[in-house]
Every structure is written in C-alpha cells, then in structure tokens.
C-alpha cells in the first residue's frame, strides 16, 4: 500500500478511477499513477484532513482532472460527429428498424411514424455506407409496400397474407442485423 492510504486521498482517487471510466484501461490506470505519485509528494505521511483536503483541492476537483484527461484523447477531444455516431445511436436506430413491421401491425399509424423515424434515423448517420443504408431502406419497406399493392388488387388469399405477414416481420429484422453487423465505429473512414 502507498504512503497515501488517508481515506480522503483513497476517496479522491475512487471518485477519478470512476469519472475516468470511459478512457482506456491503459490511459486510466496512467492517469492514476500520476495522481498517486503526485499525491504521495503533496500528502506524504500527513494525516490532519484539514492539510489533506487542501492538497486535494490545489490538485482540483477529479472532475476537472478527468476532463483535461478527456481533452488530450484524440477521439473525445474531436467531439461528436455531426451526423451522429454514438453506439447507442447506432442499436437504437437498428432496433426502430427492426420493429417497423410488428409495429405496422399493431397500428399501420404507429408503423408509419416507426418507419420514418428509422429511416431518419439511419440516413442521418454517418456509421453506415450509402449502399448499405439503400439496402436497409428496401428491406424495411419492401414488405409494408408489398402488402398494399397486393391488397389493393384485391389477389391476396390465406396463404399470401401468411407470407406477407412474415416477409412483414422477417424482413425489418434482417435490415436491422445487417446494420448492426455493418456499423463502422466512430472516426473510422
């Protein structure tokens, strides 16, 4: 254990380890060092908490360190992209995707707002190539469209409502596998 095992140091560095989270293991566990060689020279054997939370507070806020660590990486320091990119922007917009069809069946209504919110979704990002973004377009409205046309014809017995009704279902899924098998990460060209 180091020379700057007083609770208030061991707090300070609990609350950086977990702000710092999102940076790499390799980056974080640097940036902790540091702190703990800084601290082991600015606190050294002290153990009045008052002299403590002063070295601390010269330190600054593990909010602030945390920040200026987020600022030197490359990634984080670009920002978000324009055209969205995050992972969870990502799954979100291939799960909206996948339900367009369950959805449409509930309420053709809901199934419409489902499907344009989708499709703005996945045309807004940038994580996807413009043929894979056609290619999802079609599977998710293939099916939906298929099934006015030929209900509007009026050709449509038992057995074609089963297969529309599935094709309905199985193909928004497929779109929304291939999107999240296909999604570039972030900052990749």
């Known amino acids: 254990m180091t020379r700057t095992a007083h609770p208030l140091v061991t707090d300070y560095l609990a609350t950086v380890e977990r702000e710092a989270s999102f940076l790499p293991a390799e980056r974080r566990e ?3 060092a540091d702190l703990r060689e800084h601290l082991d020279v600015a606190v050294g054997e002290e153990r009045d908490p008052e002299t403590v ?3 601390l507070d010269r330190l600054g806020s593990p909010a602030a360190i945390v920040a200026a660590a987020r600022a030197e990486e490359p990634e984080a320091a670009a ?9 969870g922007r990502t799954t979100h917009t291939a799960v909206i995707l996948g339900l367009t069809g369950v959805a449409g069946y509930v ?17 807004s990002s940038d994580v996807w190539t413009r043929s894979t973004k056609l290619l999802a377009t079609a599977l998710v409205v293939l099916a939906p469209l298929a099934f006015v046309l030929f209900g509007v014809s009026g050709r449509m017995g038992p057995v074609e409502v089963l297969v529309l009704l599935a094709a309905g279902v199985a193909l928004p899924v497929t779109a929304a596998v291939r999107l999240l098998r296909t999604a570039r990460p972030v900052g990749t060209p």
């Open 107 to 123: 309420d053709p209504f809901l199934g419409l707002l489902v499907l344009i919110l989708g499709l703005g979704l996945l045309w």
């Open 30 to 32: 640097e940036l902790l």
């Open 53 to 55: 939370r002063a070295a």
């Open 79 to 87: 920002g978000p992209r324009p055209g969205g990119g995050s992972k």
